[in-house]
C-alpha cells in the first residue's frame, strides 16, 4: 500500500523544503500499531528543526510533526485486537505529517468520544510541557509567581490555566495588548506590554520588588535574557524554547544574576518517565478538558496534506487569528 507523506532532504525554509512523496506502508511490527493519521497542528516546534535550529540531532531526509490524532488500523504481533478501530495519539514514533504513523502500542494514548479531533491533536507538546514544568521542574505553588513571555502563544494560555488550577499567579509578557483580555480571563494575573513600559520595572512593581519566583523563556535571544533579571535571587529561570532563533545571553546572566538556569526539553523527560506514569500524565489532562478546566487553541483553519505549502505559510503568517492551523486527511 502506498500513502503520501511530507519530507524534507535539506534545511530551510519550510515552503521551499517540504516535499510530498508517496511511500510504501510495511505491516505494523511486533509492539506497534499502524495509525491512519487524521488530524495534525502545526506548532512552531514542527517548524523550527525544519529551518535547522536543531540540525545536529535530526537525520535527514525526515518526517516533520510530533503531533496528531488517528485512527488504529493494524496492529503488531502482542498488541490487543481491541485497539483497531480506536482513535489514539500514535506519539514518539515516526513523523506525523504522514497518512500512516507507525509507533509503539503502550505509547499510544487512547481518546474518548468527549474529545473531538483538533483538541485532541493537541494534546501533547505544549500541554505535557507546561503541566510537567509546572509541577515536576519548577513545583509552583500558591503564593509564587510565574513571569512568562511570548503571551500570546499557545503554551502560555496553558500557563494562565494552570496557574488557577495550581494557585500561582502569572504574569504574561507580550510586545501589544492584542491577547490581553484573553489571557487574564484564562487565569493570568497580569500581561505587561514592553512596547509601552519597561519589563523589568513593571515586574519589581507588581511583585513588590522581589521579583518573580520563576521565569519560563520560550523565545530566547534578547527577550529571553532580560527575562531572566526579572527573577528574584535563588529563582528558577527556564529556557523552553526558540522562538527567536537565537540563544539567550547564557554568560550574561551566569555572571550578573543570581538564579537557577535550567534548561527543559520534552524529549529528555520521555526517556526518563515510565510507561505509567506517560499513560497517567495524559489521562489527568484529558480529565482537565473534559472537566472544562483546560481549553486548547480552536481552529483557524485546516489544508489537506497536499496543500502543505499553503498551510504553512498561514501558520507562519500573522494573517492567522488566534487559533491553529491543522493538516487534514
Known amino acids: 500500500m502506498e500513502a503520501k507523506s511530507v519530507k524534507f532532504y535539506e534545511f530551510g525554509i519550510p515552503k521551499s523544503v517540504l516535499k510530498i512523496e508517496k511511500r510504501n506502508i510495511q505491516p505494523p511490527l511486533k509492539g506497534e500499531v499502524l495509525v491512519r493519521m487524521k488530524v495534525r497542528p502545526i506548532n512552531p516546534s514542527d517548524l523550527i528543526p525544519i529551518r535547522g535550529a536543531y540540525s545536529h540531532r535530526i537525520s535527514l531526509p525526515t518526517v516533520p510533526g510530533y503531533e496528531g490524532v488517528g485512527i488504529v488500523e493494524d496492529a503488531g504481533e502482542d498488541v490487543s485486537r481491541q485497539l483497531i478501530g480506536r482513535r489514539v495519539l500514535p506519539l514518539r514514533g515516526e513523523g506525523t505529517w504522514q497518512e500512516f504513523v507507525k509507533t509503539s502500542a503502550e505509547l499510544a ?30 513545583k509552583l505553588k500558591p503564593g509564587d509567581t510565574l513571569i512568562v513571555n511570548a503571551g500570546g502563544s499557545s503554551i502560555s494560555r496553558i500557563f494562565a490555566q494552570l496557574s488557577i488550577i495550581l494557585g500561582f499567579q502569572m504574569i504574561a ?70 522562538l527567536s532563533g537565537t540563544p539567550i545571553d547564557w554568560k550574561s546572566i551566569s555572571q550578573k ?21 506517560w499513560q ?6 484529558i480529565t482537565l478538558i473534559n472537566e472544562r478546566k483546560l481549553t486548547l ?6 489544508y489537506d496534506l497536499l496543500q502543505i505549502n499553503e498551510a504553512v505559510g498561514i501558520a507562519e503568517s500573522s494573517k492567522k487569528n488566534i487559533g491553529k492551523v491543522f493538516l487534514t486527511s
Open 109 to 138: 494514548i487512547p481518546i474518548p468520544v468527549s474529545i473531538d479531533d483538533f483538541v485532541a491533536s493537541q494534546l501533547y507538546i505544549n500541554p505535557i510541557t507546561a503541566w510537567v514544568v509546572c509541577t515536576d521542574v519548577l
Open 173 to 242: 509578557v507580550m510586545r501589544n495588548d492584542n491577547y490581553t483580555n484573553e489571557l487574564i480571563e484564562l487565569g493570568a494575573s497580569y500581561v505587561v506590554n514592553t512596547s509601552e513600559t519597561s519589563l523589568h520595572s513593571s515586574v519589581m512593581e507588581l511583585t513588590n520588588g522581589c521579583g518573580a519566583t520563576s521565569a519560563i523563556d520560550s523565545v530566547g535571544g534578547v527577550d529571553g535574557t532580560e527575562l531572566a533579571f526579572c527573577v528574584r535571587h535563588d529563582g528558577n529561570f527556564l529556557t523552553i524554547g526558540l
Open 257 to 277: 544574576t543570581k538564579v537557577n538556569v535550567k534548561l527543559f526539553h520534552l524529549r529528555h523527560w520521555n526517556r526518563q518517565v515510565s510507561v505509567q506514569t
Open 280 to 285: 497517567k500524565t495524559f489521562e489527568h489532562l
Open 297 to 302: 487553541m480552536m481552529k483557524d483553519s485546516q
